[in-house]
């Protein structure tokens, strides 16, 4: 089965210090990586694919197929960056079902 | 539209009552999902439409709950004998066929007293 573990349910950071979000995932195939952001009282939204490699709002995530993980990063942690992270691989629109599966989330609290 | 659209925003059912929520997902895109978002939950998958093709309903906690997406557009998520569990966020996304992001409206609140 596939399965994506985001380990930490909470992570709290002060303003300008870097942040780390995990991610790891099981597959049987070769997964597309997404982080998804969702601010208070916003739409969950896309933050970020690691197959455009690009960094958005400061973040990057580095897909490590030998650890299959996709942990999303920032050097520099800034208060508008506090919300709920979700990691989703997908299996393609050919894998069985296509089900976008989400990890369980990290809410990032920023502290000034 | 220019993205998902969901209805009601907010809805406060009593225990046992039947109700009906609505997305509209972006026109054109052929997948239509439902997500579940529980307070302290993460994203729990209910329900997929892709096409014509038979619904993956593996989501679905009970036979309370069902959905339909007729011609190949909206949406509708049925609750049926609403229990307090089934308190919750609603979400509903939309992707297109050949495309691999998905958008999501803002959510259905759902409060069962």
């Known amino acids: 089965a596939q399965r994506v573990t985001q380990p930490e349910k909470l992570l709290s950071v002060f303003k300008g210090a870097p942040v780390e979000l995990k991610c790891n995932y099981s597959y049987s195939g070769s997964p597309e990586l997404f982080w998804y952001v969702q601010y208070s009282r916003q739409r969950l939204q896309l933050l970020l694919r690691?197959?455009s490699r690009e960094s958005i709002k400061g973040f990057t995530a580095d897909l490590n197929k030998g650890e299959t993980s996709f942990h999303l990063k920032k050097p520099f942690a800034q208060e508008e960056d506090s919300a709920m992270y979700y990691c989703?691989?997908?299996?393609?629109?050919?894998?069985?079902?296509?089900?976008?599966?989400f990890g369980g989330g990290t809410r990032v609290l920023v502290k000034p | 539209g220019a993205g998902v659209s969901q209805s009601p925003s907010n809805k406060v059912t009593e225990k046992g009552k039947d109700v009906e929520l609505r997305c509209d997902p972006i026109s054109g895109h052929t997948a239509l999902y439902w997500y579940r978002q529980s307070l302290g939950q993460g994203l729990e998958f209910l329900i997929y439409?892709?096409?014509?093709?038979?619904?993956?309903k593996s989501g679905l906690p009970s036979d309370r709950f069902s959905a339909e997406r007729t011609g190949g557009s909206v949406s509708t998520l049925t609750i049926q004998r609403t229990q307090q569990e089934d308190s919750a966020v609603y979400l509903c996304?939309?992707?297109?066929?050949?495309?691999?992001?998905?958008?999501f409206g803002e959510g259905s609140w759902l409060t069962v007293v």
């Open positions: 439409f892709q096409g014509n093709s038979a619904p993956d």
């Open positions: 996304a939309s992707r297109q066929g050949g495309g691999n992001t998905i958008y």
């Open positions: 690691h197959i």
């Open positions: 989703a691989p997908t299996w393609g629109i050919k894998a069985a079902g296509n089900k976008l599966t």
